[in-house]
């Protein structure tokens, strides 16, 4: 099995597909209805993960996929979860694994500092206040920070008033605020607009203005979370100014930097990450663009208190003495996998240089993609591009020849893109950040991206300039 994966990274730039062709039921019939009685040879299972289960696979590791955020792999990091799963531990508390607990906690205090956080996030041996946990996804994160705030705003309140709680983000935040706001049980939610004059990013008097709003209502402000790399469009909210627009009103302060956290590792990126200080939490997913295979998301806080009170209930079988930090009040589940033996293998053998080279390659081959892009008058930047991300579109055109534009470039499935709105317009999104993706990848995406717009604005024309004839080439492109 190792030799077939190694032949599969190896092939990786020459699959024929980026996304395979398949419909919903593909499966169906290919495998057995029932699981066997007895057990069938390894060869057979192989040979079908072979013939049935690859064509069904995005091949997310793929220099040529640049859809969503990339998720992207290391061979260290899949070694030490090789180790994780045959040790199968499950560490969630110290006495259940103490490795767990004492490596994870080395981990996120040496990728604080890899990141330039603030001191306050540091975990201090388990001594708090503060301190760093290994969720598995930021939606997980999120819920764990907004059942601290709320713990902490209902602290000396009569029950009732969990009503009255009010969480605000902006209308550019993932969609995972207001999933964990459903989750928790929070009735009041702002999504605040953020406009293309600003670069989608959250303007600290909207924020202000709604808080001042709700309190005069008699609402209770209880959690505020700002984004560091929006999923649309990479902006970046003003950290250090929602913070103080926010301060005084007794909401926890959350930061989301889910892609673009790796960033922090690059000194001359960390004018995105001011006024970390003033916030209560903070988290990134090592598994987006950190070359941790998912999954791995990094949570901090400055204050472990009332996460601890919101999550902690220890039942007889699990008391112990002399614990130093028990994981499992710092998070949903009780049980949890080794997870930083991924990022003590990936430090250690690739080392920080290594890794911000790897970084500031991916971000100069975004760059070079958006030049491409500048440069053609077809086309229109929709928003600055920021770290691996270009948000782009033809201009000029109604929304279906940009919707034919993706379709066509997909269609082929030699790569692979999605696409976004940005103040209502259609927008396709490139997103740099396989561990293979090299400037030939780029390269060959312009190429590719510029052949589709002739034949779709070759179509555009033919059938005039009207709604109809868009919808045509749209039609058949798909
Ligand atoms: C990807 C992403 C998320 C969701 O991450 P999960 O780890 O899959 O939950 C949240 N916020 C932002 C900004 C993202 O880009």
Redesign the pocket.
Known sequence: MVDMIADYYEALPDQPRVSPDVQPGFLRGAVPPRAPEQPESFDAVMADVRDKLMPGVVHWQSPSFFA??PSNYSFPAALADMWSSVLGMVGFSWAAGPVSTELEMAMMDWMADLCGLPQAFKCNGGGGPGGGVIQ???????VVALLAARARSLAGRPPADKLKLVAYSSDQ?????KKACMIVGIDHVRLLPASPQHDWALQPQALQAAIEADVAAGLIPCFVMA?????SSCAVDPVAQLAAAAAGSGAWFHV?????GSAALLPEQRHHFCGLEAVDSYSF?P??WLLTNF?C?CLWVADSAPLKEALSLTPVFLRAAGNSLDYKDWQIPLGRRFRSLKLYFLLRMYGAEFIRAYLRHHIALAAAFAQRVDADPRFELAAPQRFGLVCFRLRDVPREVNAALLAQLNAGGRLFLIHTELAGAYTLRLAVGSASTQLQHVTAAWEAVAAAADVVLEAHAETGQGKEGAKAVAGSAA
């Open positions: 969503y955020f598995g996804t930021t939606s997980e994160a999120v935040a993932h969609s995972c605020f984004t560091i790399g929006t999923t989301d930097a889910a892609y673009a997913n598994h987006k999954d998301c």
